[in-house]
DNA sequence: TAGATTGTTAATCGATTAACAATC
DNA sequence: TAGATTGTTAATCGATTAACAATC
């Protein structure tokens, strides 16, 4: 089974689109309609689902509920999923308070930060100083790790996370970080989002 | 030329690791230098430059200066770009401060949202009602938009900036737009990242 | 049954990598 | 000059698309 990373993009663009469709009464779907949704084609989503062994029927389609089900099981949701944040600026405070993870079965555990004033061990989510990192990952064996610290500080918070046995990190932070272990790192630069989109802009008024 | 998507996204890359060997005082570069900073192949280097038509010297590598400059004319630096935020939830608001879009030459132009406590007309960037949002970024020739508002409202905020001649919009709303026009569009979507990590973190811990 | 859709194989397309002549 | 690096062409690799037999 080669699955590349585009292909568990799209699964994770399915499972959205069908949780929709579900909600508008669909029960069954066929690759077309999901090729529709996601702006993929049909061969491409049965290509999609072939690799994952997810089956339909022919002539059928495919069940809606039974679909979603296989594909929570792909990104695990029977599970909770502790995530810690480290870095409580503009964006940090954001995913603190963000409300989309729950329904992904995504836990904010604890946060982090250097900055006493940010303390806080009542709130919902308790706020820890950044000494705490490595000693909190491993007592609570979490696995994911949201990095929005500064970039100067963004690879020494990293080498903590992998020490303490993170295993899939979201970076915030405007710099590529090192990375020779197994940790997998999804990076998302938001300055680099803007300025892709200008270049587009840009390259438009120019033709 | 065929500069595909990856090229660009490249190049920014290129772009900030220069910046970074610049500050470290570098003054020239070498294709495998830049390969090495941004996690690439040299002929990988060569090749996008080339796609570009940015060139160097054989035996000399590139001076860091005029590729900088190169790049910064691709992403139209030398101008500032003007952006709308529609929805300051916490990640419009946090988008709203954020410190990192200035020294990309990007200006937060003015902020939209529907709840009017949130009105703001004497804050460093305005905050105005939903129903300004098309007025505001015709007098203001805004191309740019950032689209932070709940996934049920994020397809008639695009409709209104779509119209009004915004040619690349930044959406974190988790669903997907629909758009035949030529306006780019670049999707975040937070609980898809997590998700995805959570993927691999499930197939590292089963092999 | 006839018609439509799946699942998979083969063909195509595009992007990355390797190789190397040009040349500083 | 000899050695090293660019710029580009050709080869490879991988992902997407097309096609179609199987079958419900």
């Keep these: 089974m080669s699955t590349n990373k585009n292909c568990i993009v799209r699964i994770s663009r399915y499972k959205n689109a ?8 669909f029960v069954k779907v066929f690759s077309s309609n999901l090729a529709d949704a996601t702006g993929t084609s049909s061969a491409q989503v049965r290509k999609d689902f072939s690799l994952f062994g997810i089956t339909g029927n022919k002539r059928g389609g495919y069940n809606v509920d039974d679909l979603i089900e296989q594909m929570n099981q792909i ?7 502790k995530v810690v944040i480290v870095g409580l600026g503009n964006i940090g405070k954001a ?8 329904k992904e079965s995504i836990k904010v555990a604890a946060a982090f930060d250097i900055d006493s004033s940010k303390f806080n061990d009542d709130s919902i989510v308790p706020v820890y100083p950044l000494e705490k990192l490595g000693e909190f ?6 696995k994911l790790g949201v990095i929005s610290v500064p970039d100067v500080a963004a690879q020494q918070v990293f080498e903590i996370m992998k ?3 993170i295993k ?5 932070a405007p710099i590529s970080l090192n990375n020779e272990s197994g940790v997998v790192i999804n990076n998302i630069n938001l300055e680099m989002e803007l300025e892709n989109l200008v270049y587009y802009v840009i390259a438009a008024e120019k033709s």
């Excluded at 990104?75 to 999923?81: D, P, T």
């Excluded at 995913?95 to 729950?102: N, Q």
């Excluded at 899939?168 to 915030?172: A, I, R, S």
């Design 168 to 172: 899939g990190v979201l970076n915030f």
């Design 18 to 25: 069908l949780n929709r469709l579900k909600s508008l009464g």
């Design 137 to 142: 990952i491993k007592e609570n064996e979490i």
């Design 163 to 165: 020490k303490s046995g």
């Design 75 to 81: 990104f695990g949701k029977h599970l909770v999923h």
């Design 95 to 102: 995913l603190l308070r963000y409300k989309g993870f729950e």
